[in-house]
């Protein structure tokens, strides 16, 4: 446990090293195809059913494996964000045809295929059908034009019958009147941000290590203007540190594709929140996620140094240390932010995670620079200690399951 938050600091690096460079789509008329090359049903149906298809209509073909070549994972989630494809839309096989004007997602039933392939009707400017695997022969395929709700047919109806209904409707579904799936998901997606990373940042590991912190710089006799620059530097060490460990995280999760992350990522959520409550209501629980009391100990000997460089060195050791911690939260977040966002849109949320991570932090530090208040908060958190990790804990669990519902 007291190298794990370390050696995720150092693959984070790694993967920050080989960042790539964003690619534009080319806009020529192709078919462009994303799958698991370890899929044998995909390969089936690409080799099979969708050469065909796109064969009949010289339209070519071009495979993109996103699990050998992770390039093409960028890819597929910058083309999704920019598109504005939200979750439940998108499937672990996707073809975009004509730069996405036509996009398939997983295997739609063939006769919608050649039905849009065909053009006699007039299509919206971009036209999405959703249908799994199994799904167009036995239960249902999705459509949704980019605008309006999205409608589910039985796989025997024609695409036809959407857009007549579309075009029927259409001027009801303002831009600025309806809101698009991509935007409800994002409705839901920054509140969870923004409150699971306050509420991570309300642990009694940082907490505690902060207030012990400022309470042995009065018994020093250090002023108030000199304690405040130190606990400054201490959190924005702690930021620092979990960006960059998020940001190799976010970057490693966008080497994987498909629905089930969000899905781990809520389900982890709800362990770790499990995990704080009972560790808070059963003591004598063997799992607890806490700073190890050897850290504890060595975190000690660079606050007695009590200078700036090292309380920068203090902050990078606690962000490094506290990760086994708190970090359980931050991951299923990370998981959330993989399978649902793009890698540039991702880091924006990763950012202010962690503005809300430190946010108790600077509130605590700034009540604290007096030291008969600090010496009441200090009191208080050794005799609530439990009380908070359990709350946190119940509130990390509901949370969980709100979004598992969410991204089911």
């Known amino acids: 446990m007291k190298g794990f938050g370390f050696?995720?600091?150092?693959?984070?690096?790694?993967?920050?090293?080989?960042l790539p460079f964003p690619t534009e789509a080319a806009g020529s008329p192709e078919a462009v195809v994303y799958y698991n090359e370890a899929c044998d049903e995909c390969a089936h149906y690409i080799n099979g059913e969708l050469s065909a298809v796109l064969g009949a209509r010289q339209v070519a073909l071009v495979r993109k494996d996103y699990i050998n070549q992770r390039e093409n994972r960028k890819e597929?989630?910058?083309?999704?964000?920019?598109?504005?494809?939200?979750?439940?839309?998108?499937?672990?096989?996707?073809?975009?045809?004509?730069?996405?004007?036509?996009?398939?997602?997983?295997?739609?039933?063939?006769?919608?295929?050649?039905?849009?392939?065909?053009?006699?009707?007039?299509?919206?400017?971009?036209?999405?059908?959703?249908?799994?695997?199994?799904?167009?022969?036995?239960?249902?395929?999705?459509?949704?034009?980019?605008?309006?709700?999205?409608?589910?047919?039985?796989?025997?109806?024609?695409?036809?019958?959407?857009?007549d209904w579309f075009q029927a409707n259409r001027a009801t579904f303002a831009a600025d009147s309806v809101a698009s799936p991509a935007r409800e998901s994002a409705a839901v997606l920054l509140p969870a941000v923004l409150l699971t990373g306050l509420v991570d940042g309300i642990n009694p590991c940082a907490i505690a290590i902060l207030l012990f912190f400022i309470t042995f710089l009065f018994t020093i006799r250090k002023t108030g203007a000199s304690i405040a620059r130190m606990g400054f530097v201490y959190i924005g060490a702690v930021y620092v540190v979990y960006f960059l460990i998020g940001l190799g995280l976010l970057r490693a999760s966008t080497l994987f594709q498909g629905?089930?992350?969000?899905?781990?990522?809520?389900?982890?959520?709800?362990?770790?929140?499990?995990?704080?409550?009972?560790?808070?209501?059963f003591p004598r629980f063997p799992i607890r996620l806490e700073v190890p009391s050897s850290?504890?100990?060595?975190?000690?000997?660079?606050?007695?140094?009590a200078t700036l460089p090292t309380t920068l060195v203090l902050g990078v050791l606690v962000g490094i240390h506290e990760f086994p911690c708190s970090g359980g939260p931050?991951?299923?977040?990370?998981?959330?932010?993989?399978?649902?966002?793009?890698f540039a849109e991702g880091l924006g949320y990763l950012g202010l995670y962690n503005l809300m991570f430190v946010l108790p932090l600077v509130i605590v530090l700034a009540l604290a620079l007096n030291p008969v208040v600090g010496g009441k908060l200090q009191a208080w958190e050794r005799s609530s200690s439990r009380m908070l990790r359990g709350v946190t804990g119940a509130i990390m669990?509901?949370?969980?399951?709100?979004?598992?519902?969410f991204v089911l």
């Open 330 to 342: 931050y991951v299923a977040i990370l998981g959330l932010l993989g399978s649902q966002t793009g």
């Open 397 to 405: 669990a509901a949370m969980g399951a709100v979004l598992l519902l």
């Open 295 to 305: 850290s504890k100990e060595s975190l000690k000997n660079w606050m007695y140094r």
């Open 7 to 18: 050696l995720a600091l150092v693959l984070s690096l790694v993967f920050l090293g080989n």
């Open 259 to 281: 629905h089930w992350l969000g899905q781990a990522g809520a389900i982890l959520l709800i362990l770790f929140g499990l995990l704080n409550l009972t560790g808070a209501l």
């Open 76 to 163: 597929l989630n910058d083309l999704n964000a920019r598109l504005g494809i939200p979750l439940d839309l998108q499937s672990h096989l996707a073809t975009y045809i004509d730069d996405g004007r036509i996009i398939l997602q997983g295997e739609p039933p063939r006769a919608v295929v050649e039905a849009l392939l065909a053009g006699g009707a007039a299509l919206p400017e971009r036209v999405l059908v959703y249908s799994e695997e199994g799904e167009s022969t036995e239960k249902t395929y999705r459509a949704w034009a980019f605008a309006g709700p999205v409608q589910s047919y039985p796989a025997a109806t024609p695409i036809q019958t959407y857009l």
